[in-house]
């Protein structure tokens, strides 16, 4: 059976370099979902960094996370555009509808709640990103049901 931590097959067609840990840990996040643990003492040994080294890459970035995802991550845009449309009040919304803090996840692993600075469609503010799917010109109404019917299991993740 194949390692899924098998550090050569990970290392493929990024490089393998130090100079490459960024890009390294990307591959590793989009492999996963997250940066398993089981894959940090291999990954330091290969590009001879210490685990502080690439533990401090890992944390200054807050796309990289080490646990694997809750099962709907809400990502609210904080963006200039979308916070002038009211992307504040939004957040507030849904913190308040799952009793979490932007940054946290739901008591269970059901949620992540996270703001993000821009999705590239400001336009089209306050956006949200729900389980990859963005969602446009939300109001606070409409964060609120959104997460009524991901708890009621009535929107497909
Ligand atoms: S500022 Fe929200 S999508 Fe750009």
Redesign the pocket.
């Known amino acids: 059976m194949n390692d899924p931590f098998d550090i050569r097959d990970i290392l493929r067609g990024t490089g393998g370099r130090p100079g490459d840990l960024i890009g390294i840990l990307q591959t590793v996040q989009d492999r996963f979902g997250h940066v398993p643990a089981a894959v940090l003492p291999s990954l330091a040994r290969h590009l001879r960094l210490s685990p502080g080294e690439i533990y401090g890459v890992l944390s200054f970035y807050p796309r990289f996370s080490l646990r694997p995802p809750a099962r709907h991550v809400i990502e609210v845009?904080?963006?200039?555009?979308?916070?002038v449309r009211g992307?504040e009040s939004v957040a507030r919304e849904i913190g308040r509808a799952l009793a979490i803090n932007p940054g946290q996840t739901t008591p269970g692993g059901e949620f992540d709640l996270k703001t993000?600075?821009?999705?590239?469609?400001?336009a089209?503010?306050?956006?949200l990103r729900v389980d990859g799917r963005i969602e446009a010109r939300v109001t606070p109404a409409r964060a609120r049901d959104l997460v009524l019917e991901l708890q009621a299991g009535e929107r497909k993740a």
């Open positions: 845009c904080l963006g200039t555009a979308c916070h992307g993000v600075n821009c999705l590239g469609c400001c089209i503010g306050p956006v």
